[in-house]
Structures are given as C-alpha cells and as structure tokens.
C-alpha cells in the first residue's frame, strides 16, 4: 500500500442468487494517489461479482506483478487473477501462465474497443482468460457511490449487478468480449 493512498471502507450486502452467495463484507480498500474513484469502484465490482472468503486485494498500481484482486488455494496457489483496466497483452499471458483462472475488466469507452482490436489475436487463443467490457456510462455512475465510508447493497442476478447506497442504485451489465474455455468446451 503506498504511503500516501487513501483509505476507503466499504460494507458490503452482497445477494448473488447466481451462485447463491449471500454475505456481508467489510472491505478496506487503499485508492493509489495515481488512481481514479472510477478504477478503485470497478475493483470493488470485481470483488462483488467473484466474492469469495478467500479474495483478497492485491497491491495492484503499486506492484507489477500483482493483480488487483486475487484468490489463492490452502496450498498457495493462484485460482483467480483479476486485473482492472487495458493491461499489456505480454502481462496477461504471464497472469495466464501463473493462474487458474484470469478475468479483465476492461473500462474506458471508445479506448478498451482500440485496445481489444490490438490484442484480440493473441488473447483468444489463451483458455482460462476472460474479458469482460464495462460500458462508460456504468462506470461513471459507479464512481458517483465512491465515499471513504460506503455501505452498499450488491444484487446479482442473470449476469446483471445492481449496486445501491440506499439512495442511489446502479445497474450493470458486463459486455463479454472473451469467455474463457472450461473443459466441457473442448
């Protein structure tokens, strides 16, 4: 965590009647100075959307070779990788290499279609990746909840998630750019 990030507190509800996952989380989330209230809260929606006892944040900004999220096994092992943003392609295919499982959430409008037209080639061909795209009208109302103290209320239905603070609520809904290949796929 850098010296001088920002701390946020966020007490989560999360009701995930996909994968009947129904807990409470109290996450402490450091903001990097470098970082925008929009990428730390498409952060928080990672977590929500992979909530796991296990899920933890990395150092992500302030360490290459981190994620921003990631769930590891007993044994030390990376199941999840989840980075946020348009990382470099040769960063995804190492994540790839080092994890079971690696998910992108791509932000940023006109700039993740650019940037999925230059990777899209060699990223297809990597089988446990996932991308999904976050269209900038979401991600702009999800960094409108960002407060140092939040407490929301996350609802996860048919691969739509709804992100309330009592007096606002936003909905999202993930475009799927990449899915990754499970074994039954093959």
């Not at 392609?89 to 080092?98: K, L, Q, T």
């Not at 279609?113 to 795209?133: H, I, M, P, S, Y």
């Not at 239905?157 to 999202?172: H, L, P």
Request: hydrophobic fraction near 40%.
């Amino acid at each position: 965590m850098a010296s001088n990030a920002t701390i946020f507190k966020a007490m989560l509800q999360i009701a995930d009647m996909d994968r009947n996952y129904y807990q409470d989380h109290a996450l402490t989330l450091a903001r990097h100075p470098s970082e925008t209230d929009e990428r730390m809260m498409l952060r928080l929606l990672a977590f929500v959307r992979h909530a796991h006892a296990a899920l933890a944040f990395g150092r992500g900004l302030s360490a290459g070779d981190e994620p921003d999220l990631w769930q590891k096994d007993l044994t030390g092992n990376i199941e999840l990788w989840i980075d946020v943003g348009q990382p470099d392609e040769r960063d995804i295919r190492r994540a790839c290499g080092r994890a079971r499982q690696v998910c992108i959430y791509a932000y940023g409008g006109r700039g993740v279609d650019l940037w999925w037209e230059q990777n899209r080639a060699k990223l297809e061909r990597v089988d446990n990746l996932t991308v999904l795209n976050l269209p900038l009208d979401a991600s702009r109302a999800l960094a409108k909840l960002a407060q140092r103290n939040m407490q929301l209320q996350c609802t996860l239905q048919e691969g739509q998630v709804w992100i309330g603070d009592g007096n606002t609520a936003v909905q999202v809904e993930l475009a799927v750019l990449k899915n990754a290949v499970t074994s039954a796929d093959r």
